[in-house]
């Protein structure tokens, strides 16, 4: 367990970071995805979503909104007690209210543990988890000067803020670790919950944006790699149907099959289905590949964020300083632009 002086770093708001993040907490089949927009052919396209995380700037205001009382032994909700925490805590405030994720032992475990917490301390238990605390951290980039944790946040500094939007057992829910409790936005169903969220979300934004235009959305979402393999899986074997059912037919010269399932009779039916099968597959084929290229490259991302660069900066200013190459450069950094035209 980490104690409560252990720090949280502020990490980036990314799909790639927090896919990464979520895998190295032993979740699999998951994976983020930032939203442009929030039209339906936008939000079916990724079906299934198991939840939105809001990045908003935060400032002090009342909210009239009650909180629900009535959500123990329902709802996963955890007060943020931890500094920097809250990507972390939205991204668990998903992952522990989704019945469809495979949690892995770890969170299994966590949740099972915390079950009957009140949410003030299983918000202590988020940032006493050693193993969370290590995964959230490791994306925080090498800094040669350690921050000052303890200096208080004046009115001048801006704090950004995340918060997760969830369906669970019939409802749709906001969940803020700042507020006592989860806020109901509307009943809902598995399959329309997305047509609550989108007003609350909207209003949320217009709201602000007079002032402010810096918000992030991202949706939790199935793993888009697995659900293009299960693509490809299914309409391979619809492609070998088709082909077998072809053969069967020319051997048969043209007789009807017994067969009850949904394939056309005829070969040039059944031709023009193999047809529409074969550039379905091309097309699932290339978006998988478009998806596996986009991961890599959140991959390598990712290793350059957590890359230490300070030695190599460090040895190469010595070399420069060796070369007596150093100062002049220094001097010329510090001349007038027009000087040095």
């Known amino acids: 367990m980490a104690g409560q002086g252990e720090s949280w770093t502020t990490i980036e708001s990314d799909p790639g970071v927090f896919t990464e993040l979520i895998e190295s907490m032993g979740v699999q089949g998951v994976q983020m995805e930032e939203l442009y927009s929030l039209d339906r052919e936008t939000l079916s396209f990724l079906r299934p979503v198991y939840g939105l995380i809001f990045l908003f700037k935060w400032k002090q205001e009342k909210d009239p909104r009650p909180p629900e009382s009535d959500y ?171 082909q077998l059912r072809m053969s069967e037919e020319a051997d048969s010269k043209g007789a009807s099959s017994m067969d009850t399932d949904d394939l056309p009779a005829g070969q040039d039916a059944l031709q023009q289905k193999l047809h529409q099968v074969q550039e379905e597959l091309s097309r699932v084929q290339q978006q998988l590949e478009q998806e596996t290229e986009k991961r890599q490259d959140w991959h390598n991302e990712n290793i350059r964020r957590k890359h230490n660069y300070i030695p190599f900066l460090f040895n190469f200013l010595k070399t420069l300083a060796d070369k007596k190459q150093l100062e002049p450069l220094i001097q010329k950094a510090r001349q007038p632009k027009e000087s040095q035209q």
């Open 72 to 242: 123990h032994g329902k709802v996963f909700f955890a007060n943020q007690v931890i500094n920097n925490a809250c990507a972390t805590q939205a991204i668990l405030s998903v992952l522990l209210n989704c019945r469809h994720i495979e949690l892995g032992q770890q969170l299994t475990e966590f949740k099972s543990f915390t079950a009957d917490f009140p949410p003030d301390l299983k918000g202590l238990a988020i940032g006493n988890s050693e193993s969370i605390r290590q995964a959230h951290n490791s994306f925080s980039p090498p800094q040669p000067i350690v921050p000052d944790e303890a200096r208080s946040a004046d009115k001048d500094d801006e704090a950004y803020h995340f918060i997760s939007y969830v369906p669970v057992d019939g409802a749709l829910y906001e969940l803020d670790g700042l507020k006592p409790g989860p806020i109901k936005i509307a009943d809902c169903a598995e399959d329309d919950w997305l047509d609550k969220a989108v007003p609350a979300i909207t209003e949320r934004t217009e709201r602000y944006s007079k002032s402010e235009i810096r918000f992030n959305l991202m949706a939790v979402i199935k793993n888009r790699k697995d659900a293009y393999n299960q693509d490809m899986e299914a309409l391979q074997k619809l492609q070998d149907k088709i």
